[in-house]
């Protein structure tokens, strides 16, 4: 079982920035990528970015340069690092930990981006 928590959602003005942060804990040697994923309204969830456990990372092509993601092993934490922020990047913001062992998702953080 692993646990995941995210935090650092809220609302910002267009070309604002926020951080998000997902923190893991349990059987974290079982853990192979973690990464981010948002739904907005009447929409599907979609892939953000996701980043490996070799330091691989992948963003979606709306978000390259913008919003990139990285990773502190020591700590088991991602961040989403959210930069020039458009109306619409608003969406629920989910982190999602691929263990050998299945997928784990966190409560979602809410990310509002508007004047």
């Known amino acids: 079982q692993v646990q995941v928590v995210e935090s650092g959602g809220g609302s910002v003005q267009p070309g604002g920035s926020l951080r998000l942060s997902c923190a893991a804990s349990?059987?974290?040697?079982?853990?192979?990528?973690m990464g981010w994923y948002r739904q907005a309204p009447g929409k599907q969830r979609e892939l953000v970015a996701l980043?490996?456990?070799?330091?691989?990372?992948t963003h979606a092509n709306s978000v390259k340069g913008r919003l990139p993601i990285s990773r502190d092993n020591a700590k088991n934490t991602v961040f989403l690092q959210m930069n020039s922020l458009r109306p619409e990047d608003t969406a629920v913001y989910y982190c999602?930990?691929?263990?050998?062992?299945?997928?784990?998702w966190g409560q979602g953080t809410q990310v509002t981006v508007s004047l």
């Open positions: 999602n930990v691929e263990t050998t062992g299945g997928d784990y």
């Open positions: 349990g059987n974290i040697f079982s853990i192979r990528v």
């Open positions: 980043i490996t456990i070799y330091g691989r990372t």
